[in-house]
């Protein structure tokens, strides 16, 4: 198995403070490529998406009909109930719903459908590269096999460019509430498989988890030679990114939106250029902002921050990529720079190779 294309030997552009962002044309968008309003269509950035849980694009409607396929009993009486539960009132709530769907995924083929029906979505949003994350511990726990999580999802991933126009790669998260024995044995089994994942994440509960428990798994990866990345900062403090940054030597903070409590932790996010994968609806429906109009996003990119606009888990946050931007166009009249500058550092801050990154800029660039 090798959809790994686009993997770990490429480090990250070492960009300092002062480098100039590419200059950045908004490319035209045929609208007949997408399944948007011709209006909403002209707007798509052709952009990298970096933060998504392939479990969190699990649909309602794929949820019942995959609980069909499988025979299984959920504990709700249909879309309407299910629909009905999508309100949140913190991370644990939303963690809570997004463990207990996963019980419909039983086989490769449904991983794959999953996999294969946010392609899809995303290449209509303009998302031209997705790194997507996955949670084999808690595919394990329910009694799925690695083989069957990693190679139902992998298998979808293997013709995304083909099918979908989207090089992609794959990140193994692992869960910060679980030992990190546990992880170390997880890790063990992917590495033993040699399973096409590229890096690996950290994510879940977040507080009271801090991220210097698993300075032995995230150093493992590192020799094995995958990318890291970590969650911090979305509902922890500001020194979870510290420890992420200093003690697990992650290159990529996902979400990190706390950072805004500590200017001289910005000051060094801003100097060494660490990306920061921001998911704007997802931290609204999870409370960690009051509304959209709170969000720091502009106060961040007025900072000099290196961030990106994600949908984290789409089907549970009211949104893809492409709603996120237009929901904070409608909030702050984004700009058109504004834009292209977050696809641009969306680019940026991607694992792809520096030859994938290239496409991918002269495609923003309107080449
Ligand atoms: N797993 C899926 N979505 C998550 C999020 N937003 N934060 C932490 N863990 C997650
Ligand atoms: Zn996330």
């Not at 970096?50 to 959920?74: F, V």
């Not at 834009?339 to 520096?354: G, K, M, P, T, Y």
């Amino acid at each position: 198995m090798d959809n790994n294309r686009d993997t770990a030997a490429d480090p990250l552009p070492q960009t300092g403070p002062g480098t100039e962002m590419p200059e950045t044309e908004l490319p035209g968008t045929e609208a007949s490529e997408t399944n948007l309003p011709e209006t909403e269509a002209a707007q798509l950035v052709p952009l990298a998406e970096l933060h998504l849980h392939i479990e969190g694009t699990l649909q309602p409607e794929l949820i019942l009909e995959l609980a069909e396929r499988n025979g299984i009993t959920l504990p709700y009486s249909g879309l309407e109930e299910l629909r009905g539960l999508y309100e949140f009132t913190d991370l644990q709530s939303f963690l809570d719903l997004y463990y207990a769907n996963m019980a419909v995924l039983q086989t490769e083929r449904d991983f794959a459908d999953m996999t294969r029906a946010y392609l899809a979505r995303a290449a209509a949003a303009g998302v031209r590269h997705a790194e997507i994350m996955m949670d084999p511990q808690a595919h394990l726990s329910r009694g799925v096999s690695l083989e069957t999580c990693v190679k139902g999802v992998a298998s979808a991933l293997a013709t995304s460019q083909e099918d979908f126009g989207m090089s992609t790669l794959l990140i193994a998260a692992f869960l910060r509430d679980q030992s990190e024995e546990s992880a170390l044995e997880v890790l063990d089994g992917l590495l033993a498989m040699n399973a096409p994942i590229a890096a690996i994440g950290l994510d879940s509960a977040e507080v009271g988890y801090p991220p210097a428990k698993f300075e032995r798994l995230f150093a493992k990866a590192r020799e094995a030679g995958l990318r890291l990345t970590a969650h911090a900062g979305e509902e922890g403090p500001p020194s979870y990114i510290i420890e992420a940054l200093d003690v697990l030597g992650v290159e990529r903070i996902d979400h990190g939106i706390r950072c805004m409590e500590d200017p001289d932790l910005v000051e060094r996010l801003v100097e060494d250029r660490i990306p920061l994968t921001v998911c704007p609806l997802s931290n609204v429906r999870l409370r960690a902002v009051d509304t959209l109009a709170d969000h720091p996003l502009p106060a961040m990119l007025a900072a000099g921050l290196n961030v990106s606009v994600n949908s984290d888990d789409p089907a549970y946050f009211g949104g893809y990529v492409d709603d996120n931007f237009s929901q904070l166009k409608a909030v702050f009249d984004l700009s058109d720079f504004d834009r292209a500058r977050l696809a641009a550092n969306s680019i940026h801050s991607s694992f792809a190779s520096e030859e994938r990154k290239a496409e991918l800029l002269d495609e923003l660039n309107g080449g």
